[in-house]
């Protein structure tokens, strides 16, 4: 049975707290740009996700990864450009952007002013060091079982022999492109932004395994402590405000 952690309070006091190199995976979405302050709770800006990502790093295994799942406000006509800073400073602190990926919302809510819909928003993969697991998604390919010539050069006997034709037949499967389409959390719970449950799901089966520990240091509604129970990994989630640390609590002890 996975152990499943919530410790109420601050993250940045919270992760003292836990050991160097001893977490095999972090899902989060931090607080964007003040876009949501979650009843006034929280306090956000470099001063706070600079050491947040710092300390991360040091609690992260070699090999492990984080997926960073943010967006940017517009502020007087400008986006701006915080998830950049904060994919350039985790690389400061040591860390490899293996992967920039996009979470596509399908059921975006669309707003009023002179440019296209926000309909994406970032997801950083990043890694200390190469990642130590990678189980990918496999999705349905078009052209499954067609047959296909091609020419292929390569030596036989240590003479070159060019211009080879070779038949290959198209595979089922192949692994899935880093654009991610999903809706957004339908789920009625009193939380501005519902982390949606096909996203965890898919990342934590990414990049762990049975067994593994997982962290979330803003664990708001905590899908990721629920879904990483369900995935048989263990799990430390870290929720500052009182409210939404209950409806964690309740949600992976109730698996609602």
Same mark, same amino acid.
């Given at each position: 049975?996975?152990?499943?952690?919530?410790?109420?309070? @601050?993250?940045?006091?919270?992760?003292?707290?836990?050991? @160097?190199? &001893?977490?095999?995976?972090?899902?989060? &979405?931090?607080?964007?740009?003040?876009?949501? =302050?979650?009843? *006034?709770? /929280?306090?956000?800006?470099? #001063?706070?996700?600079?050491?947040?990502?710092?300390?991360?790093?040091?609690?992260?295994?070699? $090999?492990?990864?984080?997926?960073?799942? +943010?967006?940017?406000?517009?502020?007087?006509?400008?986006?701006? $450009?915080?998830?950049?800073?904060?994919?350039?400073?985790?690389?400061?602190? *040591?860390?490899?952007? #293996?992967?920039?990926?996009?979470?596509?919302?399908?059921?975006?809510?669309?707003?009023?002013?002179?440019?296209?819909?926000?309909e994406f928003?970032?997801?950083?993969?990043?890694?200390?060091?190469?990642?130590?697991?990678?189980?990918?998604?496999?999705?349905?390919?078009? &052209?499954?079982?067609?047959?296909?010539?091609?020419?292929?050069?390569?030596?036989?006997? *240590?003479?070159? +022999?060019?211009?080879?034709?070779?038949?290959?037949?198209?595979?089922? =499967?192949?692994?899935?492109?880093?654009?991610?389409?999903?809706?957004?959390?339908?789920?009625?719970?009193? #939380?501005?932004?519902?982390?949606?449950?096909?996203?965890? #799901?898919?990342?934590?089966?990414?990049?762990?395994?049975?067994?593994?520990?997982?962290?979330?240091?803003?664990? *708001?509604?905590?899908t990721v402590g629920?879904?990483?129970?369900? /995935?048989?990994?263990?799990?430390?989630?870290?929720?500052?405000?009182?409210?939404?640390?209950?409806?964690?609590?309740?949600?992976?002890?109730?698996?609602?």
């Open positions: 049975m996975p152990k499943i952690e919530l410790i109420r309070g @601050d993250c940045l006091d919270a992760m003292k707290d836990i050991p @160097d190199g &001893s977490i095999d995976m972090i899902l989060t &979405s931090p607080p964007y740009d003040n876009l949501r =302050t979650y009843n *006034g709770s /929280l306090d956000w800006g470099e #001063h706070i996700w600079k050491p947040v990502i710092e300390e991360l790093f040091r609690v992260v295994k070699d $090999g492990g990864v984080v997926v960073w799942v +943010v967006g940017d406000a517009t502020i007087k006509g400008s986006e701006t $450009g915080t998830s950049f800073k904060q994919a350039l400073w985790a690389m400061e602190c *040591g860390f490899n952007l #293996h992967d920039t990926m996009i979470y596509r919302k399908i059921n975006y809510i669309p707003l009023t002013h002179n440019r296209y819909e926000q928003e970032y997801m950083f993969v990043f890694s200390k060091g190469k990642p130590k697991t990678f189980n990918p998604i496999k999705i349905p390919t078009i &052209s499954a079982g067609k047959k296909r010539s091609r020419k292929k050069s390569n030596k036989e006997d *240590g003479s070159a +022999v060019r211009n080879r034709n070779e038949i290959t037949t198209t595979k089922a =499967t192949k692994i899935s492109g880093n654009i991610w389409s999903m809706a957004v959390s339908s789920t009625k719970l009193n #939380h501005p932004a519902i982390f949606p449950e096909k996203l965890a #799901h898919d990342h934590i089966a990414s990049w762990s395994n049975e067994g593994d520990t997982i962290l979330d240091p803003f664990a *708001g509604s905590g629920k879904i990483a129970k369900q /995935l048989n990994r263990n799990c430390i989630l870290i929720e500052k405000v009182s409210e939404y640390f209950k409806i964690a609590e309740k949600r992976i002890n109730e698996n609602l």
